[in-house]
């Protein structure tokens, strides 16, 4: 299983940007997908799924209202559109897969890609 996570990069505060996970070697629409984040120091924590079973989206507060997560089930991917981006959103995001419905936490999750950093400057 392979979970490729792209789309990183620097932008100022009020900016945009847009992640992108390409997943492959796994039955894509049996998997939730979601994204983390983690600064170094503190835990991974979570910031948006997808649910495998009824495609549903979940956010933490933190995204709620900026960020917009989505999967495409022919290209295998899962993009997450952040908008208004805030400094304290930076972190390396991590794209993971889990067989559980609608998991929050890191010990649900069975496979995760490599992160891509984003950067927020005021």
């Known amino acids: 299983v392979q979970l490729q996570a792209s789309g990183g990069g620097l932008v100022q505060a009020g900016g945009s940007l847009r992640l992108s996970c390409a997943a492959s070697?796994?039955?894509?629409?049996?998997?939730?997908l979601a994204w983390f984040r983690q600064v170094p120091g503190e835990e991974r924590e979570f910031v948006s799924g997808?649910?495998?079973?009824?495609?549903?989206?979940y956010y933490a507060d933190s995204a709620k209202g900026r960020f917009t997560i989505s999967r495409d089930a022919v290209k295998h991917t899962v993009d997450l559109q952040m908008n208004n981006l805030k400094p304290e959103d930076t972190a390396i995001y991590f794209c993971?897969?889990?067989?559980?419905?609608?998991?929050?936490?890191?010990?649900?999750?069975?496979?995760w890609g490599q992160g891509t950093q984003v950067t927020v400057s005021s």
């Open positions: 993971a897969a889990s067989t559980a419905y609608q998991p929050r936490i890191t010990k649900s999750f069975d496979f």
């Open positions: 070697g796994l039955i894509f629409s049996r998997y939730t």
């Open positions: 997808s649910s495998w079973m009824s495609r549903e989206t």
